[in-house]
């Protein structure tokens, strides 16, 4: 099964269809679980080619993806004001740095052409990473 991860900037045209990135970094396999690739088996098995496609094939817009997103997060008693689709991505950031991946490898995964659009872009996550990594420093040298 092809998978196509598209960077942010991807956009849908207005024929709805998928436009292929401009930078070709973004353009790029990533790996994931086995959970999700049963999950996303499951699309060929009802003849479907895209996660958001309808059942007619049509894929929504940018603003129909995030209306149902916060239909859920509604049924999830989630409340998050401003939240969308993309806010996934920063999400995945955090998650990714929380549990100590190292930054060239988030790059890597996000298709940013280098490290310093990743720093750049998610300073404010690594500035606060720093700051949890500067206590874990502090409690070793109190160990000695």
Sequence with gaps: MKLWL???Q?????????QLPKPQSSIR???????????????KKNNQNSVFANSSGQIPSQAGINKVL?????ESNIDRIGFH???????HVALLLFKGV????????????????????YAYM???????QDDIV???????
């Design 6 to 8: 598209l960077n942010g």
């Design 10 to 18: 991807t956009s849908i045209s207005k024929r709805k269809q998928f």
């Design 29 to 43: 396999t990533i790996r994931v679980n086995d959970s999700l690739l049963e999950l996303l088996s499951q699309l």
């Design 70 to 74: 916060h239909i859920h997060l509604k």
């Design 85 to 91: 689709f993309h806010s996934l991505r920063h999400t």
């Design 102 to 121: 190292d930054l060239y490898a988030i790059s890597k995964r996000l298709g940013h052409s280098n490290m310093t659009i990743t720093a750049k872009t």
């Design 126 to 132: 690594l500035d606060e990473y720093k700051a949890q």
């Design 138 to 144: 502090e409690e070793i040298l109190d160990e000695i």
